[in-house]
């Protein structure tokens, strides 16, 4: 009988221990292309070529390192909105029995009390990253929007007034500035680079003040999320790194230390994180942010083409060999697509050279291009590719900028919209529609006592036109108290005039 020779215990787990490690080794030396210097700050982060993570401390330490040169550039945001509401303070026998006999007691009729008015403070919370070391901070639109006071605490506890410098609805961003100097900044990465599986952080203020400066990782999950109905204009890289309710505003970061999306919003059932969050792409903010800075209002190119995306089935009805692209679904008379010779059927599958995925894609390359720019657009028509010149043209605003929503706010006492797909839908109002809507009316203030209402369309101001945002504006600018105002308003299918003097 041979016996078979049986290796001790402790001299396999010895094997074991020593191959494990040598396996580990050569992936991390593979797959990990950051190390940072200890001193905690963005400017010394080291690449890999100079120390590459070989031992799970040592991805411990740089992950401990990003935190640190990071944290200091993320700020918690607080906003108070003011609600004021009006109480009528009626006759006590109004609508009843007695109205009658007491409401004419000896041919006197009670007078009616004036309305009282009350506040009610509505607070808010989100987060936000300092992008320039005098204070220039990015958030999201949602975080400040409507706001009445605007503050920012600084990862010392400093509490400072912050002013909204603009908003973009739109992407969801937002740029606010506090006075401040010599302000730790954000190290700004390509979110084009970006890839999916890559490791990230997350870094805000989740839930509740106390808990700022709350840092949570995960991977990058997808890229370019559209359709998710989070804003009109939607490129988000999708993480599950843990996002709540008060991380909006906040950094997601790479392992560079580099902040490559604003995060914005979750996706829940339950009101809180699930593994699935969104975050602006950092290039897509950036030009946001400096569109804002310089304008205070966000300028973006106009094709004037309905398109839609490129299905499977519609492809192979089309004879089509490719499923990614854009197809035109009708033109606007006279817009740059229909002057270039753009006609419904194309499919656009590039753009400047870069191919088209779906619709929301080329929408995103659009609206990114400065109008009068001239762009090659790669078409497919009846099978045959074709490249056609096209000089856009720009979109028309539909949001008034920050400022003229103060003005609007002190003087009339109600906001404008442009009409869109979405406005008219709300307002039910015709989408060719010309004019601005009323929405945010104040009640009680003279406007509403003319006669004006939410949701009416506005089609002239003091005898000047309105086709849309612009020609309101422009004459709002030359308001102040005291002026007249005359509207020429629709509702439903009635026209009619509301007249009011502001500061009655």
Request: hydrophobic residues 40%.
């Amino acid at each position: 009988m041979t016996r078979k020779y049986q290796l001790p215990g402790f001299v396999l787990i010895l094997i074991g221990i020593i191959a494990g490690a040598l396996i580990f080794s050569n992936i991390d030396r593979r797959v990990a292309n950051q190390v940072f210097a200890y001193d905690h700050s963005i400017d010394t982060l080291k690449t890999a070529n100079e120390r590459p993570i070989t031992t799970l401390q040592d991805l411990n330490k740089a992950l401990v390192d990003i935190a640190k040169a990071v944290n200091p550039t993320v700020v918690t945001v607080f906003t108070e909105k003011v609600y004021k509401v009006h109480q009528e303070m009626l006759d006590p026998f109004f609508n009843t029995p007695f109205e009658d006999f007491f409401g004419n007691f000896f041919g006197r009729r009670i007078p009616q009390r004036q309305p009282k008015e009350r506040e009610f403070i509505q607070q808010g919370m989100g987060s936000g990253v300092i992008v320039s070391s005098d204070g220039y901070i990015l958030t999201n639109n949602h975080v400040v929007k409507g706001a009445d006071k605007v503050k920012v605490r600084l990862i010392d506890k400093r509490t400072l007034d912050a002013k909204v410098i603009g908003t973009d609805p739109k992407t969801d961003i937002a740029l606010i500035k506090i006075d401040a100097k010599d302000l730790p900044v954000a190290k700004l990465g390509d979110s084009d680079k970006l890839q999916v599986g890559e490791m990230v952080l997350a870094i805000g203020s989740p839930l509740n003040p106390n808990l700022d400066h709350t840092v949570t990782s995960g991977i990058v999950s997808a890229k370019g999320r559209a359709n998710m109905g989070l804003a009109d204009y939607e490129d988000f890289i999708q993480t599950d790194a843990a996002i709540n309710p008060g991380n909006s505003g906040g950094a997601l970061v790479n392992m560079n230390g580099e902040v490559v999306g604003i995060n914005s919003a979750i996706a829940t059932q339950s009101g809180g994180f699930q593994g699935i969050g969104f975050a602006v792409p950092i290039n897509m903010a950036k030009n946001i942010m400096e569109q804002l800075k310089k304008n205070g209002k966000v300028i973006r190119g106009f094709l004037g083409a309905y398109i839609q995306d490129l299905t499977p089935t519609m492809a192979e009805a089309m004879n089509l060999k490719i499923t990614e692209g854009a197809l035109i679904s009708d033109i606007q008379k006279d817009g740059p697509a229909d002057k270039a010779g753009i006609k419904a059927g194309d499919v656009v599958i590039k753009f400047n050279n870069v191919k088209i995925k779906d619709s929301a894609h080329l929408r995103n390359l659009v609206a990114s291009t400065m109008p009068n720019t001239e762009v090659t657009l790669t078409i497919l028509r009846d099978g045959e590719q074709k490249e056609i010149k096209v000089k856009l043209g720009a979109l028309k605003q539909e949001e008034v900028s920050q400022t003229t929503k103060e003005k609007l706010k002190d003087l009339l006492n109600f906001n404008v919209v442009g009409i869109n797909s979405r406005t008219a839908k709300k307002y039910d109002i015709p989408s060719d529609a010309k004019g601005v809507i009323v929405v945010d009316l104040q009640p009680y203030s003279p406007a509403a006592r003319a006669g004006l209402a939410n949701g009416d369309l506005i089609l002239a101001i003091n005898g000047k036109k309105v086709e849309g945002i612009d020609d309101f504006n422009s004459v709002v600018k030359k308001l102040k108290k005291g002026s007249p105002v005359f509207l020429r308003v629709q509702r439903g299918e009635r026209k009619f005039f509301v007249a009011f003097t502001i500061g009655d």
